[in-house]
C-alpha cells in the first residue's frame, strides 16, 4: 500500500473535528514550530522537503517563501487559494469537506514560517458547503488557543479568515485572486512587481495553494528530508490526483510521486483501468489546462520507457510528446469519446472565462470556440484546422496570466496528436455528428490490424 499524508485519516468518523482530529496527531506540528522551531527554521525544512506547488506551476514552495520581502513595520499577508477552478479537479474541494483542520494546521505553521499576523483562505464562491465546514473549523481552532492572541502561550498572534470568490476561473490566478480579495474586479496584475514584494493592500504576500499548505503538516512532523525521500526525484511526497472520464474507480487518490501512469490506471489499487472494457483512447494529466496525449504517449515515453507520475516524467518530450502535472486533475477519454468534441468544450469553457484584459486571450478564445464549433457541427474546412494551430500561437505567451497559455495549448496538442480525426470531420460532416472516429492508428498498445475509423 503506497504511504499517504495526507489522506491517511479521511475515513475515520469525526475527523472534521477538532477532538477527533487531535485524537490523530492533529495540530502537533503547531506545537512543534511555535514551541521549538524559529520560522526560518520552518522554511528551511520546507525548502528541504522538496515541496513544489500543488496548484499547477510547480514551483518549489520553500524557495517561493525565502523571496517574501520583510521590511520593518509592514504587515506581511499569507493566502490560501482555495478557488480550485481548473475543470477536472476537486482535490482541494475534497480534502476542504473531510479534513478541513489539516489545512487550518498548515496555514498556522505556514503564516507563523512567514511571519504574517493576518492570513486568508479564499475559496471559490460556489463552495459554500466548503465554507461553512472551514469556518466551523476555524472557530473550534480558535476556542482550543491555536488562533488568535498569545497562541499556546508563545506570543504569535494569528487571525484567520475565510473569503467566498468571486466565483470565476481567472480569480485562480494569484493576483486576480489578491484583487478581488481587495474587494476589486478579479483581474490580474501585470507583474513585476510580483506579490512577494507587493501583494495584498499593497504589502509583501505569498499566495499557496490548499494541497501545498497542507502537506507543511507532515513536512513539519517528520522532517523536510524524510519527506524528500518519498517520490522520485525532484518530484517529492505525495500527490493528491483528481481522476475522472472514462474509469473504473473515479476520485481522489494519494499517490507517491513517481508511479508508473500505467499502473494509476489499470491497478486495482488505483483507478481499475476504463470502465465497460472500452480501451484507452487519451488522457488530460493536470486538468484541463494541460496538453493531451494520446493512449500511446500516456502510458510511454517517446523512447519507450514507461511514463511515471512526477513532473519530470509527464513533461518528457516537451509539448511534442509531454505534458504537464498541471493541478493533478487527471481525465480518461475512451475509444468512443470525440476529441473534436472535447476540444471545443475546453475552449467555451476559457472563453467564457477569459478577463478580456488582453487582446490576444479576448479575441483569440473566442475565435477558437466558433471555428471548433464549426468543425464539430459539420460546417468546417481544411483551413480551420491550421487557423486554430496559427491562433492557438497567437495567444500563446502574449497574456498578461497564463489563462491565454491554458486556452491554446489543448488546441495545439489536440490537433498535433489526432489530426486525423479533425480532418475526419471535415471529410465526413454528416456522418460525424452522431459516429464517433474511434481509436484511429495513435492508440498502441492496440495493434493497426484490430483498428477501424468510422466505428
Request: proline share 5%; glycine share 12%.
Amino acid at each position: 500500500m503506497a504511504r499517504k499524508l495526507l489522506l491517511e485519516h479521511i475515513n475515520v468518523p469525526g475527523i472534521n473535528t477538532l477532538d477527533v482530529y487531535r485524537q490523530k496527531g492533529g495540530y502537533r506540528a503547531v506545537e512543534k514550530a511555535l514551541k521549538t522551531l524559529s520560522p526560518e527554521e520552518v522554511v528551511e525544512e520546507v525548502k528541504k522537503s522538496g515541496l513544489r506547488g500543488r496548484g499547477g506551476a510547480g514551483f518549489p514552495t520553500g524557495m517561493k517563501w525565502s523571496f517574501l520581502a520583510k521590511p520593518e513595520g509592514v504587515a506581511r499577508y499569507l493566502v490560501c487559494n482555495a478557488d480550485e477552478s481548473e475543470p477536472g479537479t476537486f482535490k482541494d474541494r475534497y480534502l476542504m469537506t473531510y479534513i478541513p483542520h489539516a489545512l487550518i494546521e498548515g496555514m498556522i505553521v505556514s503564516s507563523f514560517a512567514l511571519g504574517a499576523n493576518t492570513s486568508y483562505i479564499y475559496v471559490r464562491g460556489e463552495m459554500m458547503p466548503q465554507i461553512r465546514i472551514l469556518e466551523k473549523a476555524i472557530a473550534e481552532a480558535k476556542a482550543a488557543g491555536f488562533l488568535g492572541q498569545n497562541i499556546l502561550g508563545t506570543g504569535y498572534n494569528l487571525e484567520l479568515y475565510v473569503q467566498p470568490g468571486g466565483g470565476a476561473y481567472i480569480c485562480g490566478e494569484e493576483t486576480a485572486l489578491l484583487e478581488s480579495l481587495e474587494g476589486k474586479r478579479g483581474n490580474p496584475r501585470i507583474k513585476p512587481p510580483f506579490p512577494a514584494i507587493a501583494g495584498l493592500y499593497g504589502c509583501p504576500t505569498v499566495v499557496n495553494n490548499v494541497e501545498s499548505i497542507a502537506a507543511v503538516v507532515p513536512i513539519i512532523n517528520d522532517g523536510g528530508d524524510e519527506y524528500a525521500k518519498i517520490g522520485i526525484g525532484r518530484s517529492t511526497g505525495t500527490k493528491l490526483i483528481s481522476a475522472s472520464g472514462n474509469l473504473v474507480r473515479p476520485g481522489v487518490y494519494e499517490i507517491e510521486l513517481g508511479l508508473p501512469v500505467e499502473e494509476f490506471i489499470y491497478s486495482d489499487e488505483w483507478c481499475g483501468g476504463i470502465a465497460n472494457g472500452k480501451r484507452l483512447k487519451a488522457t488530460v494529466a493536470g486538468g484541463s489546462s494541460v496538453p493531451v496525449l494520446p493512449a500511446n504517449l500516456t502510458l510511454k515515453l517517446a523512447n519507450g520507457e514507461p511514463r511515471l507520475m512526477s513532473y519530470e516524467s509527464l513533461s518528457e518530450g516537451g509539448f511534442a510528446t509531454g505534458t504537464m502535472m498541471g493541478s493533478g486533475g487527471f481525465i480518461a477519454f475512451d475509444e468512443d469519446q470525440c476529441i473534436v468534441r472535447n476540444t471545443w468544450n475546453f475552449s467555451r469553457f476559457y472563453h467564457h472565462e477569459s478577463c478580456g484584459q488582453c487582446s490576444p486571450c479576448r479575441e483569440g478564445t473566442g475565435w477558437m470556440e466558433k471555428v471548433l464549433h464549426r468543425l464539430e457541427y459539420g460546417h468546417g474546412k481544411m483551413s480551420d484546422i491550421d487557423l486554430l494551430v496559427d491562433v492557438s500561437k497567437k495567444i500563446e505567451g502574449n497574456t498578461i496570466c497564463p489563462l491565454g497559455d491554458a486556452a491554446a495549448w489543448p488546441v495545439a496538442s489536440a490537433i498535433r496528436h489526432f489530426r486525423d480525426e479533425f480532418e475526419w470531420h471535415v471529410k465526413e460532416p454528416v456522418k460525424s455528428l452522431d459516429t464517433n472516429y474511434g481509436l484511429a492508428n495513435y492508440a498502441e498498445p492496440i495493434a493497426k490490424a484490430e483498428v477501424t475509423t468510422g466505428n
